[in-house]
């Protein structure tokens, strides 16, 4: 039986008092582990957030919302511009039109309602078929009845159309090449159930006969009662020849957009108006900063719970064998001696305290990293319902309902991994706290006398 | 041959300086089996404490087989308390969490034996002073106040010592166990010639002892 063997037996010498130690150091050591991993994957997740989010810069005609407004579309030299400026690393242009029943064969799937009626009233058509009648039909008697177009929208590449930020959902068929100028188009779900079209079908639009490559959904009605065509083609068949009515820049990095952004305000002046996501994408890691900052803090607030959880285990425990270590002292026990058993003591505390505390720190960190960041994200949901119903506009409209989806998407897919060096770091900080804890009532050990034995009691 | 001169040993209190022991001179010889006697508060614990290296004198000197003790190295002073002498005490004060045959193992461990030894060196003492092995496997608490006083006899001896101190070894126990327990330490006085000096109010067990000397005031007054 040596001083490691007696220290490890004393440690459960009162197992109520020791249990209860035991049990407090390792909520403070699952609260460190636990915090620990909700930094590092949030850490993480700010990393992949610069790389990824608020790197887009819009940048459409000036005057131009959707199908609102006035102003002259930007040009295939602007694009060219565009592309040129330093830290841009892709564009994609996209020309938005209106075909109206005499312009294609389809029947539009969306119904005008009264914000669509609204609109018409300010348009000079005057031809074509009241699809929604009802009540606006008796509010507009004086005036022509309006016709509902269908969007359509020729793109580079047509996952900017995607709501989600992300890459455009084919239900069947095949993606299009924005590329090219031929006549084949994506069908919104929508437009395609209204028509009964599926992939192979044809349908008229300019004139000319198309053939359906897919169809495509954003969960968005607007955008699926669309059709996507390559830039080129819209171009051509609607007459407007080298002309984009909106731009998308990707940054290489968000710390690069404001830069980007005066520079494109500069070569393109008052002639558009230029959009970034910089603010949203510093707001969002913003909030995952302060989370992060927050673990750590925990982190150190627990890491000083657990240590102080010890030190006055360790006291009290000293305190009350004075005698006991007078005795050794007195029968020829060194300083040494005794005050390894006491550090062995409370590291066998320690350590079945760690194991324990790790164990619920593996469990409870999933949970606890998912609530922090569900608590962020409802603020940022706050924000996104003010923002502007679907169905307004082309580029404008869906651009702004992308973004805020991208970084509900953040949030969420914060993932609560427990890394080796997350766990090293748990173990390195528990060690530390057992240090501490030691080091003082080894201080109070080496002071007691040994002839505490011949005081009476 | 325990040679104590002019030994004195005074604290500085709130209420002025006190001096415990005064001018002390005592000399014992091997093997002899002294008492000391004396009232509370006349300086017998803080003699004995000089004696044991457990504190360390204001001045004079404490020879210990002409080894002074007071001017030892507090590492040294340890070693000599582990080796040359063995400590009795009227609480017993065997440690509670180990069994009785460790608490005597825990003395040759720290005397220096190999642990190989230790078990049976122990459980040969203990045989001894008359510990059955079943009572060796228990903790010091599941026993009689008298069997505790046996163990911690056997602790005190384990490593052989020159002198064993004993602080009313018989004060907690009844007077026929304390008879017991007396006769026992004046048979090791005899039998392994090892110097016995013993703090004590029962001037019957002082009457049997080869001397007596009398504290009063930190002086030796007989």
Redesign the interface.
Known sequence: MNVISRGIKNAFRSPVRSGAIILMLAISIGLILSMLVARSSVNSKITQVKANAGTNITISPAGVFGFAGGGNNLTTADVTQIYKTAHITSTTATLSDQLASTDTNLTPSLTLGNFGARQARFESSSSGVVTASGNSSSTTDSRPAPTPHTTVTGTTNPNSIATNGGTLSITSGTTINGNSSSYVALLGKDLASKNNLTVGKTFTAYGKTFTVSGIYTTGNTFQDSGIIMPLATVQTLSDQAGEVSSVIAKVDSSDNVSSTVTALKNTLGSKADIVSQAQQAADSVSSLQSISGLALASVVGAAIAGAVIILLAMIMIVRERRREIGVIKAIGGTNRKVVSQFVAEALTITVVGSIIGLALGVVVSGPMTSSLVSNSQNTTSTQASGGPSGGFGGGGGAFIRSSFSRFNSNLTQVTSSITPGVFASAVGITLLIAIIGSAVPAWFIARISPAEVLRAE | MLEVKNLTKSFNSPSGKVTALDNVNISIKTGEFASIIGKSGSGK?TL??ML?A??TPTSGTIKVDDVDIAKLSA?KQ??Y???KIG?V?Q?Y?L????TVL?NV???L???GMP?KKRRVRAQKLLEEVGITPDEMLRKPTRLSGGQQQRVSIA?ALA?RPSIILA?EPTGNLDSKTGKMIFDMLHDLSRSENTTILAVTHDMDIAGKTDRTFTLRDGQIIA
């Open positions: 614990s004995l404490s044991g457990l504190d590492s340890t070693a308390r582990a080796k400590f005490f609480q004060n440690i509670p969490n180990l460790e193992m825990l003395a461990e720290f005397g642990a602790r490593n602080d």
